[in-house]
């Protein structure tokens, strides 16, 4: 896996999912993860996962929601998927951002 190319991937799904509204992520993602396969530059496929869960399970409404966007070749990697996360608050407002990559 070429860790520029995955975090670039996850931070342009993540970007695409911060412009949709709440709503729309919590209908399209929320229920159970999302998987989608994409071809990247040099050749290599990537798979991404979006999920979309409440970001406090205490939280009955589930008023935030924690999006994870995850981006791996399907090889096994000491390092792990590249991982872009961040809240989306029912304002529509994105509460804070954090990527995990090797």
Do not use: K, W
């Amino acid at each position: 896996m070429n860790p520029a190319e995955a975090r670039r991937i996850a931070g342009d799904v993540a970007a695409e999912l911060r412009q949709m509204d709440y709503e729309r992520v919590r209908a399209g993602y929320g229920d159970r993860p999302r998987c989608r396969v994409i071809l990247g530059q040099g050749g290599v496929t990537y798979q991404v996962e979006v999920r979309a869960d409440p970001a406090d399970p205490a939280d009955d409404h589930g008023r935030d929601l924690r999006v994870a966007v995850t981006v791996d070749d399907g090889e096994r990697d000491p390092d792990g998927p590249v991982v872009e996360e961040f809240l989306v608050s029912a304002d529509d407002s994105c509460v804070s951002s954090v990527s995990h990559s090797p």
